[in-house]
């Protein structure tokens, strides 16, 4: 009988312990979702998404979070799309690096900044 009345003991401590546990979310995703819905509704506001992506990114990296998947993707999309070439490779490679089932597409993507980046190089020197 003592035996059962420990591991009722046990299982209720259990449980209340956990019961009242935070779940913490399991990525960083930052401002993203809002930030992503102005872009869409207003695309003028790429800068701020490119800001908010900036920040999201550096927070979670500053506290060892996990940045959420697709964020350095959006992000190195954004750099792209400004002419920064060299920035955009970077992201890709790090959303390919912590996210391995990216692997072909951020491969595709950093071969056409690849391309983009030479083509912006051969315009200048003409």
């Known amino acids: 009988m003592k035996l059962h009345a420990r591991v009722a003991i046990v299982t209720v401590v259990t449980l209340l312990v956990t019961a009242c546990a935070t779940n ?29 992506l900036e920040s999201t990114i550096n927070a979670a990296e500053k506290t060892n979070a996990v940045v959420a998947p ?9 750099l792209l799309q400004q002419g920064n070439a060299t920035a955009a490779i970077d992201a890709f490679r790090k959303e390919e690096v912590h996210w391995p089932e990216s692997r072909v597409f951020m491969d595709r993507m950093i071969q056409a900044s690849a391309a983009h980046k030479t083509a912006a190089a051969d315009l200048r020197t003409h």
Do not use: H
């Open 24 to 52: 913490q979310p399991k990525y960083n995703w930052g401002t993203y979702d809002r930030s992503l819905y102005v872009y869409y509704k207003d695309p003028a506001t790429a800068p701020a998404l490119t800001q908010n």
């Open 70 to 78: 697709g964020i350095y993707a959006e992000y190195g999309y954004l």
